[in-house]
């Protein structure tokens, strides 16, 4: 009885203690479980964004894959060489494409697949052109270094959906690509056979030197084809296609092993061969069986390729510069290339029926530019230059000097549009010395010819009128002048550079080209589209600015016409009859230390630079190793820039309209004893050269400029000055110049342009410059 009580009353007490709740602080009752009901809220709304996340990404996914560029069995087994047109869009260059020997699966060693599936894509057979279990696997791996170096999140499906159709630049790796390769991966999985993929990501690869495809670099490694190679060949084929230039195994053997290596050590863990299998491979010299000669990739005929090389060289290096792979992208590259115009170039310097060469060593570089956009339509980097390809290209080469050509643009130029100098200014040709130094300035024939107009000091080409002319403007006013060419340099500029910049003939012509446009400059570019394998075309042209006044511009031309028409002008052998045109002579001579070695009026460059409203041509001259016995560019000889120039400029001539230049309303017209002059409206009085008298002779003082028949002065009593703070402490420049032009014949009758200092040039160390093997 007692024992039933005692029972019952336990359980009262239990229920009593299951009905009393826990109570909180303030004494209400304490919910339970209200932690795992915040649990799941939280847990709900993750789970919410993730779905809707994965609904967004979806929906993105598809909405990008409907814009998905098409892709055909075509586009599959093509090549994926850049092709470069001409400016008539005729195919100029495929790089690679003529030598690619396409292999079929049939005959392709199970080796080289396994290898190939091993190193690129483990889950090739099984996954469906996209692998997600990779992507994952290839994080981790990455990650932990257990890949080996292969994985990545790419299957070999989806890289060859991108070398057949998207551009291989780091820019396009956008998510929208992205997603348009992996749907298109899908579709190629689902189109064609793993065998059939393999076949083109095989065929389609690029594999260094030009080559593309491993069939075609079977032969050009090994001379042998693939079926005939052994498994550590076979290897490095395999493991090539990731860094092709790094891991050429001529060229960089200690890299290509190491890549070798890995490709076996990976065969070996997917098990498609043994240990035993890939330490015998690795033991293998990667050295053995190569080539020891290698076919040319060169893409059109050889004929054609000696024709534009330069040039071809040249949009290569451009495209490098606007990001664009030229290897693996699979281009389509429009150029301003005349090639009417680029083989007439090259005819002139290699042939014999234009101009007497004195050697083959004897060489040449020159640009032709559009002055009305900038374009470059042609360019010869040398001559006789054998079976070089895309070697030294003297037309863009900025190590010598430009001699008196830069008198334009650094001296007349800048003095007219800052000082408002007229045509016939008076400008000092008396003793000068350089500021801060004991260098004496002369001409060739070391006299003076007194105060004469800046017309005459520029067609004669007189140094120390242009270097006077200089001082008065100032190196700073100069260099922006300059700078507004697009001429642009690393150290600070001094007087010397006033005849002679170091600049290329590319850069040369298209500054030229402003004053054949009234004063816009256009930087000058090769390259006018570039349509990547999407299909997406970039489009580029030069925009161009304002570098000087229309007055400016057509001052200048009118006295460099006087250069080739005048009877003492130093560029008559560079003279077209009938054809409206001015350029500038330039030589440039060898240092006094040196001078004793070579005969009198020997230089070691010669240039000519001209220009009509259609074109602007420049030409450079000399050798290579100028301070080599007998590498000097003769009195005689220093004309031929000029003929090359003469019979380049007479064939645009003739495929263009014969236009002469406009005088703008900012120029005023004046007659001064009997010839035509021109000065910038306003200012019609002349300019005091500001030079101390003491260093460099007496003070110009001249005013309204009547001059004899021959450009002399005979100056007035009355002066109005003209001031200009000039920079008498010059630093010195890092190639200091001396220039030394001769006048056609080569006569001493004082109009000829000889620059010579009476201290050797700084500037010795160009001498040694890359050069042709095949022109040394």
Sequence with gaps: MSSNNSSRETRMSRNAERNVRPTGKSGGPKRPHSGWRTFRRVLFVIVAIGILGILFGAGLFFFYAQSAPKISQAALSSDASTRVYDANGTVISRLGAQNRSYVKSKNIPDALKKAVVSTEDRRFYKNNGVDPIRIVGAALANVTGSSLGM????????????LSVFSTAASDRTLKRKAQEAWLALKVDHNFSKDQILEYYINKVYMGNGVYGMQTAAQYYYG??????????????????????????????????????????????????????????????????????????AT??????????????????????????????????????????????????????????????????????????????????????GNVTFGLNRAVQTDRSSASTAKPLMDYGPA??????????????????????????YDWDRKYQGTITMRKALYESRNIPAIRTLQNVGIKKATTFLDGLGLSFDKTLTLQNGIGLYISTEQEAAAY????????????????????????????????????????????????????????????SAAISGLYQAGKTGT????????????????????????????SVSVWTGY????????????????????????????????????????????????????????????????????????????????SSAYSSNGQVTTNSSSSYRTNSSSTSQSS??????????????????????????????????????QDKDNN
């Design 624 to 703: 290579d190793k100028q301070f080599q016995t007998g590498h000097y560019v003769s009195e005689t000889q220093t004309t031929i820039a000029q003929e090359i120039y003469k019979y380049t400029m007479s064939y645009l001539a003739s495929k263009s309209t014969n236009v002469n230049w406009t005088k703008p309303s900012t120029v005023t017209e004046t007659t001064q004893n009997g010839k035509t002059e021109y000065y910038v409206t306003g200012h019609p009085g002349t300019v005091s050269d500001t030079t101390s008298t003491s260093q460099y002779g007496s003070t110009n003082t001249t005013s």
């Design 300 to 385: 059109a005929s050889h004929k054609t390729t000696k024709v534009i090389d330069a040039y071809l060289k040249q949009v290569y290096a451009e495209l490098k510069a606007k990001g664009y792979n030229t290897t693996t992208g699979g281009l389509k590259v429009y150029t301003n290339l005349d090639m009417g115009a680029q083989k007439t170039l090259y005819n002139i310097v290699n042939g014999s029926s234009y101009v007497n060469f004195p050697s083959n060593k004897f060489q040449v570089g020159s640009t032709i530019v559009d002055p009305n956009n900038g374009k470059v339509v042609a360019m010869i980097g040398g001559r006789k230059t």
């Design 733 to 770: 420049s890092s190639k200091e110049s001396s220039s030394t032009e001769q006048t056609t014949g080569g006569g001493n009758n004082g109009n000829d342009d000889n620059n010579t200092t009476n201290s050797s040039s700084t500037n010795t160390s160009s001498a040694t410059t890359t």
């Design 513 to 572: 080209a402003a004053f054949a446009n009234g004063g816009t400059y256009y930087k000058p570019y090769l390259v006018s589209k570039v349509v990547t394998q999407d299909g997406k075309a970039h489009n580029y042209v030069s925009t161009g600015k304002k570098a000087m006044s229309a007055a400016t511009a057509f001052m200048l031309t009118d006295m460099m016409k006087d250069v080739m028409t005048n009877e003492n002008g130093s560029g008559r």
């Design 151 to 162: 994985q990545g999140g790419s299957t070999l499906t989806q890289q060859l959906v991108k």
């Design 416 to 441: 007219i549009e800052y000082l408002n100098y007229p045509t016939y200014e008076p400008v000092k040709d008396t003793a000068f010395t350089y500021p801060g130094t004991t260098k004496n300035l």
């Design 588 to 615: 440039d001579s060898y240092p006094d230390d040196y001078a004793d070695k070579v005969p009198d009026g020997a230089t070691m460059d010669s240039w000519f630079t001209g220009y009509t409203k259609n074109y």
């Design 224 to 297: 042998k084809n693939l079926k005939n190679l052994d498994l550590a060949q076979l290897a490095m084929l395999a493991g090539m296609p990731q860094s092709p230039t790094n891991y050429d195994p001529i060229a960089y053997p200690d890299l290509a092993k190491k890549r070798r290596d890995l490709v076996l050590d990976a065969m070996a863990k997917n098990n498609v061969i043994t240990t035993a299998q890939a330490d015998q491979a690795k033991a293998t010299s990667v050295k053995t069986g190569l080539a020891s000669s290698h076919k040319s990739t």
